[in-house]
């Protein structure tokens, strides 16, 4: 059971360069969570979805893009890339959003760096 | 003000003491209070969470809410040195519980000394 996958794990980018942090989860998981952590901080969210079709900002997502077209995959896009997207970004599943007893599943994360 | 804060510690106990973590809200009507731990380099893993006031425990982790303090905590009894791991603590705030948008602190550093 491979439950939430990120790729890639690493990542060194350059200022202006465009890349996609792919996600994937196999567990028919509604919900889908894109979040960031700067060193020493806790994660931001950066956009969600709550099904296939549909996708919404969430604390901090300037210069990013999502697209949600199967209930898999999760793409996050970075267009324009800026030396204060450096961090480490995870994506996060579960089966609905209103039960604590359904907690959020991590990917092992992207550690990425502008240059 | 943050709306989830917590110390960053670190926090240092000897082993086999309790260690007890602190996180306020400052969001009235949050809903749901969670508590993950991160090891470092790796991915946050739920080992509590908690809706109701009063103290909910499972192993050697008791969850704490008190929400007319706006206060959650973590205790963790009998300490061990693979317990180090920095703490995060996230509400879902009210009207977002069909969402289940999490809000985290910026976590506490735990060192459980041998």
């Known amino acids: 059971n491979a439950g939430v996958t990120q790729t890639p794990k690493f990542r060194i980018l350059k200022i202006g360069q465009s890349m996609t942090l792919q996600c994937t989860q196999d567990?028919?998981?509604?919900?889908m969570y894109w979040y960031r952590q700067d060193p020493g901080m806790g994660l931001k969210l950066i956009y969600y979805?709550?099904?296939?079709?549909?996708?919404d900002k969430g604390e901090v997502p300037n210069g990013y893009n999502v697209s949600r077209s199967t209930t898999e995959d999760f793409p996050l896009r970075l267009e324009l890339a800026a030396p204060s997207q450096t961090s480490v970004y995870f994506c996060?599943?579960?089966?609905?959003?209103?039960?604590?007893?359904?907690?959020?599943?991590f990917g092992d994360g992207t550690r990425l760096s502008i240059l | 003000q943050k709306e989830v804060e917590q110390n960053s510690g670190p926090l240092s106990v000897p082993e086999g003491a309790i260690a007890s973590l602190n996180c306020t809200y400052s969001?009235?009507?949050?809903?749901?209070f969670f508590w993950y731990r991160q090891y470092s380099g790796k991915s946050p893993e739920l080992i509590m969470f908690?809706?109701?006031?009063g103290d909910k425990e499972d192993g050697r982790f008791t969850a704490q809410l008190n929400k007319a303090s706006q206060y959650v905590s973590l205790l963790i009894r009998d300490s061990q040195p693979s317990d180090s791991a920095t703490y995060l603590c996230?509400?879902?705030?009210?009207?977002?519980?069909?969402?289940?948008?999490?809000?985290f602190g910026q976590g506490t550093t735990l060192q459980v000394k041998p």
């Open positions: 979805s709550v099904g296939a079709g549909i996708t």
């Open positions: 996230a509400v879902i705030r009210e009207g977002s519980s069909n969402t289940g948008k999490l809000i």
């Open positions: 567990m028919n998981h509604n919900y």
């Open positions: 908690i809706y109701s006031n």
């Open positions: 969001d009235r009507g949050s809903q749901s």
């Open positions: 996060a599943s579960s089966l609905t959003g209103d039960r604590a007893d359904q907690p959020q599943h």
